[in-house]
């Protein structure tokens, strides 16, 4: 089985519990698909010692090619069995005759950060998605 993972608002923002998963599937072929450069995703998968991923199986989509396509291309031609995502163009655009992967969408919790307190951002790039979503509501 081959499993896939998007870094922003899902690794990012729940950094724990998918390295949990990750290690879950151990015997899977695990992939990281980003529509980041590459390079930029290499430098945060070490930086969170994300380990396990052979950097053959990391992948950038094209959004500047594809638009919310870009992964769902990378789905196919990688024949990508299971794939969590956040964007939900990401999960919902479809190619007719593409690989029936299964996608999942990590639900994009306003509530929460779009990455954890304990998620490590290059020094040279501190900004890396939202912060926050909205200020909340105190009772």
């Keep these: ?9 899902v690794l990012s923002k729940y950094p724990a519990q998918f390295k949990d998963v990750m290690s879950r599937f151990a015997s899977f072929e695990v992939f990281i698909i980003s529509d980041m450069p590459r390079e930029k995703i290499i430098k945060l998968l070490r930086l969170n010692k994300i380990l396990g991923v052979d950097g053959v199986n990391i992948y950038s989509a094209d959004y500047n090619t594809h638009g919310d396509g870009c992964k769902v291309e990378l789905l196919d031609q990688l024949k990508i069995d299971l794939f969590f995502d956040d964007h939900i163009g990401y999960i919902a655009t479809s190619v007719p005759g593409a690989y029936p992967t299964i996608r999942c969408l990590v639900w994009p919790n306003a509530g929460l950060p ?5 998620w490590i951002v290059p020094d040279d790039e501190p900004e890396f998605g939202r912060t926050t979503y909205h200020k909340m509501r105190t009772p």
Excluded at 1 to 9: E, L, T
Excluded at 114 to 118: I, L, P, V, W
């Design 1 to 9: 089985m081959r499993v896939a993972f998007d870094i922003g608002g």
């Design 114 to 118: 779009y990455r954890a307190d304990d």
